[in-house]
């Protein structure tokens, strides 16, 4: 008989929290027991897992006694704060804020690139950023075949990063603008309904935004490439649940387009989708709902030799987040 695990998510309320009900059940994870836990103030309510209605916890000291795996997703202040308990309980964290996606005691995991960093673990793995998940997916079978020079990327992100209620915002913000009234901006800094901007996260001083230098920072990580040039330029756009990037990447020598497509159509976890006569690429549509990063428009760089082109667009919700915690829990096991 096969082994089966004790699980909690905390923020099971939240737009991640709800994907990862649906991923545990859809890939038929091996749960003994689902503890769901939040804050205080989302407590109290109930959510259908396999046709049961569990109810939701408030997160306590006692919540992670006899508990093997905690797939977090409640922001980074929260993870600071329960997950060494969590580990000090016995648990394994899969953490899936920023808390912890930098310290070199904790390995940052991307199934279909590192793998074998989560073995490494001292009871907490992080998730990293969406972006960069999304990223690493489509330009990792690249680097392995040919490493990375420079990558530049500029990103088109969409309100889930932002949490359910910033696309509930969008939305509404939409609904106004069609009335004829003015909209109301309240988890965004401005109305991103009709409307884009550089991401709303934290300016460094380098000019750079807190999003932007995650993705440097965390490709880094995750390649073990600490001297690969990386720069972002994170826009969020008026999407619900799909981001999409444009990537350009500087190799030491010419990489045929021909072999970038081969690689892409063979790599984990991608989608290659081009359909040039008719102009039909990835999308946020199509992406949405999908397990697959999306990636397509291969092209040569005709300003540089050795450079190459691609688009991509990825489930901010799931591959992004919940897919990719999920994934490396499914690595825990098999070990």
Avoid at 22 to 40: V, W
Avoid at 84 to 102: H, Q, T, W
Avoid at 121 to 148: D, E, R
Wanted: proline share 7%.
């Amino acid at each position: 008989m096969s082994k089966s695990y004790r699980l909690a998510i905390l923020g099971a309320t939240g737009a991640v929290g709800t994907e990862l009900l649906e991923l545990l059940s859809s890939r038929q994870f091996p749960i003994a027991d689902l503890k769901l836990l939040a804050s205080p103030r989302s407590a109290g309510r109930n959510l259908s897992f396999n046709g049961e209605n569990l109810p939701v916890e408030p997160v306590s000291d006692r919540s992670f006694d006899n508990i093997d795996i905690v797939l977090a997703s409640a922001g980074g202040s929260i993870s600071k704060l329960w997950a060494p308990k969590a580990v000090e309980a016995g648990a394994v964290v899969i953490d899936n804020s920023s808390a912890f996606r930098l310290d070199p005691q904790v390995p940052l995991v991307v199934p279909e690139v590192n793998p074998e960093a989560a073995a490494t673990h001292k009871g907490i793995i992080s998730n990293p950023n969406c972006t960069t998940i999304l990223m690493t997916v489509a330009v990792w079978p690249l680097h392995k075949f040919q490493p990375i020079q420079r990558l530049v990327a500029a990103t088109y992100q969409s309100a889930s990063g932002a949490g359910a209620r910033a696309m509930e915002e969008v939305k509404t913000q939409t609904q106004a603008i069609l009335n004829g009234e003015t909209p109301k901006a309240e988890i965004f800094p401005y109305p991103l309904a009709f409307n884009l901007f550089p991401h709303n996260s934290p300016m460094t001083d380098l000019g750079y935004c807190e999003e932007e230098m995650k993705m440097v920072n965390e490709t880094r990580k995750i390649f073990s490439a600490p001297d690969l040039r990386v720069t972002a330029t994170c826009i969020r756009v008026p999407v619900l649940r799909a981001h999409s990037e444009a990537i350009n990447l500087e190799f030491a020598e010419p990489f045929p387009v021909a072999k970038v497509r081969e690689l892409l159509a063979a790599a984990p976890g991608v989608k290659l989708v081009e359909d040039w006569k008719a102009n039909y690429f990835p999308m946020p549509i199509d992406a949405t709902g999908r397990d697959e990063v999306l990636v397509g428009r291969v092209r040569q760089d005709i300003s540089h030799p050795c450079g190459v082109e691609l688009w991509l667009s990825g489930d901010q919700i799931r591959k992004g987040a919940a897919l990719n915690a999920v994934q490396i829990a499914e690595l825990l096991i098999s070990e």
